[in-house]
């Protein structure tokens, strides 16, 4: 066969297949044989799957197979979820679900798509208000003991894509926090899966410096996150503190123990055979400061015991007597000082006796001062009164008589 043969049979045969295959055209629809029905407004958490039922209802004459249900968001163009069917379904009930979307309102449409790019939009719309979670994790702790260990519980709600991320931090008496579990690949697989919720166990080994500071188990998600703080109890056996101390001042011999212990840890002084002393004590944030004062000639010891104990046992220490010389000099003085000290008293007395009578005196002298003032000014007004007059008396005496 010549090439012109060939080239007049691929013709023929292109010519054939243009002829057979049919026009797309697009037909005019009638909008009262389509319809939808949708609820209108929802609302949803933002880790909330969003699912929107519809019944959709149109001219199966004219809608063929395949044909496709599509969700979009906003524009039509948008285009979030896409349903095909190949063959006319019985029943016109459906439902589109998405995954969560952040915090705010958005709005979602349907349209159909068939044949050669036939489509219908349906003018309703479905407004979601998407909101923040409304459940925080739950996070539980147990009997915290120091030397033993602990369990922590941290569990939070399941989000639609399951791909939550859940983190404990762990923030000290200094304000500081640090991470002390957490999956840096966005979920951690040795939780232990369940339904509704996210859960974990994780070990603690608690120390006394665990006691009231604060554990936070957060929950990440997609578009949020959620955490609850819980504040650690932790039981320690009592701690009797290098702040504790003892010194003779003069005569007496003063004790101060510091302990510190949860629960509140009571201190004891074994002094059985003392009968004059005194003891008192506060307490604060597991702290118990007890101060003893006794004669320091019936105690002849080095040093001095201090027990305290709580429900977890019982400590001791044996604390060193020091002589404190200043305080002696200062509580205690010589006899010399001692007898001025005595002395003192009198003087004050007459020291103040002295002072009312010198202040009595000057005001004395101003009134009398005073006094003398006004009695001179008053007796020049006279003299000067007198003298005017006798000028008067000069003037008129030179006035000559008139004769008869």
């Known amino acids: 066969m010549t090439m012109p043969s060939i080239y007049s049979v691929i013709l023929w045969i292109v010519l054939n297949i243009s002829c057979c295959r049919p026009q797309c055209v697009t037909e005019t629809l009638n909008s009262a044989t389509f319809s939808i029905t949708v609820i209108d407004h929802t609302e949803m958490e933002s880790i909330d799957c969003i699912r929107m039922p519809y019944e959709m209802t149109f001219p199966r004459e004219k809608v063929l197979v395949p044909y496709k249900k599509i969700l979009f968001e906003g524009d039509p163009s948008n285009i979030v979820s896409t349903k095909v069917f190949s063959e006319m379904e019985s029943d016109t009930k459906d439902i589109f679900e998405i ?43 147990s009997t915290l003991v120091e030397g033993q260990a602990g369990r922590l519980r941290c569990s939070a709600p399941r989000s639609c894509s399951r791909r939550e991320h859940i983190l404990l931090k762990w923030t000290k008496s200094d304000g500081q926090s640090t991470e ?68 003779v001042k003069g005569e007496l011999l003063v004790c101060v123990c510091i302990s510190w212990g949860n629960p509140l840890p009571p ?97 004395i002298g101003i009134y009398q001062r005073r006094k003398m003032k006004q009695k001179k000014l008053s007796e020049e007004k006279n003299t000067y009164a007198s003298l005017r007059k006798t000028e008067v008396e000069d003037e008129y005496s030179i006035i000559p008589s008139q004769p008869n």
């Open 180 to 247: 002390i579990y957490g999956d840096e690949n966005g979920y951690d697989r040795q939780f232990n899966r369940s339904r509704h919720r996210h859960r974990q166990y994780i070990p603690i080994y608690p120390t006394a410096d665990y006691h009231n500071t604060n554990i936070t188990c957060v929950a990440k998600y997609k578009y949020d996150a959620v955490e609850t703080t819980v504040t650690l109890n932790v039981k320690f056996l009592p701690k009797i503190l290098n702040d504790s101390h003892c010194e």
């Open 99 to 141: 995954e969560e979307h952040p915090r705010g309102e958005f709005e979602f449409g349907f349209m159909l798509e068939w044949g050669c790019n036939q489509t219908y939009i349906f003018p309703q719309r479905v407004h979601i208000s998407v909101t923040a979670p409304s459940l925080n994790p739950y996070l539980s702790v």
């Open 267 to 363: 201190i004891i002084w074994p002094l059985k055979p003392l009968t004059d002393y005194s003891i008192s004590s506060s307490s604060t944030n597991q702290t118990v400061i007890s101060t003893i004062t006794l004669s320091a000639v019936e105690h002849q010891n080095t040093t001095m015991k201090c027990i305290s104990r709580n429900e977890l046992g019982q400590t001791e220490a044996d604390i060193l007597i020091q002589n404190s010389t200043e305080e002696t000099q200062l509580t205690y003085p010589s006899e010399e000082k001692k007898g001025i000290g005595r002395a003192l008293p009198w003087i004050t007395v007459v020291c103040f006796s002295l002072n009312l009578v010198l202040i009595t005196v000057l005001i």
